[in-house]
Nanobody
């Protein structure tokens, strides 16, 4: 059964850091790019970052460039999102998703399987 499970969310003060993990099972992780998305209350889901299947290419939304770093360890079937200098506007539910083959995009339509999400709250 194909699964993506996020973890690592929580409450953090502005300027703090969190590392999210996305654990994959049921498919060969090294065959797929993986993306991270977030959704704040009342807002549309936003693509945050994407990493190619072996990590040679990474992409970031302008809003997180220089603060977030995506990485992966295919041997551990896990993709990470290191988030530094967090701000209140980073608050939301963070999802990882598997990219459709051949898709190079941060648009949600380019992804076919999604995790259940992990809550990130940035507040003092």
């Amino acid at each position: 059964q194909l699964q993506l499970v996020e973890s690592g969310g929580g409450l953090v003060q502005p300027g703090g850091s969190l590392r999210l993990s996305c654990s994959a099972s049921g498919f060969r992780l090294d065959s797929y790019a993986i993306g991270w998305f977030r959704q704040a209350p009342g807002k549309e889901r936003e693509g945050v970052s994407r990493i190619s299947n072996w990590g040679a290419r990474t992409d970031y939304a302008d809003s997180v460039k220089g603060r977030f770093t995506i990485s992966r360890d295919n041997a551990k079937n896990t993709v990470y999102l290191q988030m530094n200098s967090l701000q209140p506007e980073d608050t939301g539910v963070y999802y990882c998703a598997r990219a459709r083959l051949g898709q190079i995009t941060l648009r949600a339509a380019g992804y076919d399987y999604w995790g259940q999400g992990t809550q990130v709250t940035v507040s003092s």
